[in-house]
């Protein structure tokens, strides 16, 4: 898939979203979608997350981090740097991108933010906004030991080949809790990650404008 082709979906219904135009809805919307529970009550707490592609010409990327073992929360997960907006940030995007520079140390000039899709609720009672960026090669990588315990990069047709999505569960609170997986070698990229993963091989693949 092309860059170009990317940017004009991901704008599109960015576009859209904001307007309160009608758009197909993405396959999974929140972590109770696929297990037929009601989402939580209350205020869910703004968070967001970049989703960096990164543009290397004839293979185009998607940057992911491993989170360490000892994090309260989500320990040595795979995920999108990202995390919960602070007062000062003025914004979604300016929520991902102080987070990336603080996680992951990729400075924003080397990211071409295109737009957004629709947000993830989390069972911990988060909503999160993800945003695409389209990323620059160049860059230097300096995570902070403290959350991240690696940063790699997945071809991003692993991701749009529906061949590689798949539903696991596990046991959660005395029931089975089912999710999206999308496995690339020894890395178990599930969950939140997966879901919104998923959503974006819709909007890329499936004309979900």
Do not use: C
Not at 31 to 57: E, K
Not at 148 to 173: C, Y
Not at 185 to 207: D, H, P
């Amino acid at each position: 898939m092309l860059v170009d082709e990317i940017v004009r979906r991901v704008r599109e219904r960015s576009t859209r979203l904001a307007s309160g135009l009608p758009v197909p809805a993405v396959p999974v919307g929140s972590d109770f979608q696929m297990n037929g529970l009601a989402p939580t009550t209350g205020t869910y707490r703004a968070a967001s997350v970049l989703v960096p592609i990164v543009n290397r010409g004839s293979e185009i990327t998607i940057l992911l981090t491993q989170r360490t073992e000892d994090m309260p929360s989500h320990a040595g997960q795979v995920a999108f740097p990202g995390g919960r907006r602070q007062e000062d940030d003025a914004d979604a995007v300016a929520t991902a991108l102080r987070e990336t520079e603080e996680e992951v140390g990729l400075d924003r000039q080397f990211v071409e933010v295109i737009g957004s899709y629709d947000h993830y609720r989390t069972g911990t009672s988060y909503e999160i906004t993800p945003i695409v960026g389209i990323v620059t090669p160049g860059f230097t990588i300096r995570a902070d030991p403290r959350e991240v315990a690696d940063v790699f990069e997945v071809p991003l047709g692993h991701f749009l080949d529906e061949k590689n999505h798949r539903i696991d569960s596990r046991m959660a609170q005395g029931r089975e809790r089912r999710f999206y997986a999308m496995p690339y070698g020894q890395r178990y990229i599930w969950g939140a990650t997966a879901g919104m993963l998923k959503n974006l091989a819709f909007i890329l693949t499936e004309g979900g404008l």
